[in-house]
């Protein structure tokens, strides 16, 4: 059963920015470390940012530190993944999943959303 839903993905110029979302059902978001993750065609399924269930410590990918950030907001149970400056090479379906290991990295994730579709492109 899907208990994370992805949303807020779409078209978007290089430089510019969007919020990512991930509104947890059933399931306590700040019980679990919560990742993003990024697929496109021909790739490797690529961690992009996690943060820890703990001490809400936070991981990027070297491709994207400085310009995304991970966060959740525990009043709604939902966690967000804010990008600025995108690129092209971020173009691709974006993942949030949940792992109640509670690490960053996790090896097992608990649950997987659906995916919502970043395109950077002029």
Known sequence: QRRLVESGGGLVQ???SLRLSCAASEI????YAIHWFRE????EREGVACITSTTGSTTYADSVKGRFTIS???AVNTA???MNS???EDTGVYYCAASL???CPSEFMNYWGEGTLVTVSS
């Open 101 to 103: 290991w509670g690490t």
């Open 86 to 88: 995108l690129k092209p």
């Open 28 to 31: 306590t978001l700040g019980l």
């Open 40 to 43: 496109v065609p021909g790739k």
């Open 80 to 82: 967000y993944l804010q």
């Open 14 to 16: 290089p430089g510019g």
């Open 72 to 74: 959740r907001d525990i």
